[in-house]
């Protein structure tokens, strides 16, 4: 397959996949036929980033909020990641992915916990694309249970207050040890972060597209890159391109 012409590839992408009820709406289907396209287009999206040399794509596959949705989606949405798990774990291991799952595990019920876990497990010393799925996942729940854990700390004696740093905030979230996202891509139309790593977000690009998740593909996906390409980041400092380029 052919590599695009792509001037810089950012480290880590993490993607709100919006739209699969839209999508499915708008061909007069149920919204669980949106949900399973979404998962085709997952795939796609997991093969092109390993094709393109993205080292950490995140997926918010299913919110802290989700399970407000009726009873009958959640469990479809439940049975889409249990059936990718179950049956797409082989290939993944195989193509050398590494799971990683970020979210709220301690209140978790019934098979998905372990099956996460065994992905985990199984894919731990793959070395090429970490994926990393966001489940049961809420960026606020995220900083709280991570504030939670060093102030337990704190009371234990192990840290002083005054030691209490961003690197450390860093080192006690789900994604300790990944990468802040380079690029954030929402599909949909929909322009908001929706709880999704508020604190990782910092100095992101966001791309939002106009096309609902079903439907994102490879192309899709190296059209976000380019525009991403395109941009000049600057992390609060002057810009590192040179002038002529900026322009
Ligand atoms: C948003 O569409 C999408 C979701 C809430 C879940 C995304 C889940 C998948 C694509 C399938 C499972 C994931 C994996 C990783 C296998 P929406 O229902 O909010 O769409 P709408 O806004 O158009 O109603």
Redesign the pocket.
Known sequence: MLTPDIAIIPEHVAII???????A?KRGLA?TM??SK??E??KEAVRTAGDIGIKYLT?????SE?WSRPEAEVSD?LG??RR?IRRDLAELHRENVRIRVIGEREKLRGDILPLLLEAEETTRNNTGLTLV?AFNYGSRDEIARAVSRITQKVKAGLIEPGAISSEMIDAHLDTAGIPDPDLIIRT?G?ERLSNFLLWQAAYAEFVFMPD??PDFDRALFIEALKIYASRDRRFGGLSARPAAVVG
């Open positions: 996949m919006d739209g699969n009820g839209r999508w709406n919204r949106g949900h979404g998962v287009a997952v997926l918010f596959a299913f919110s989700n949405l889409l990641l990718f799925i949909s929909e609902y998740w």
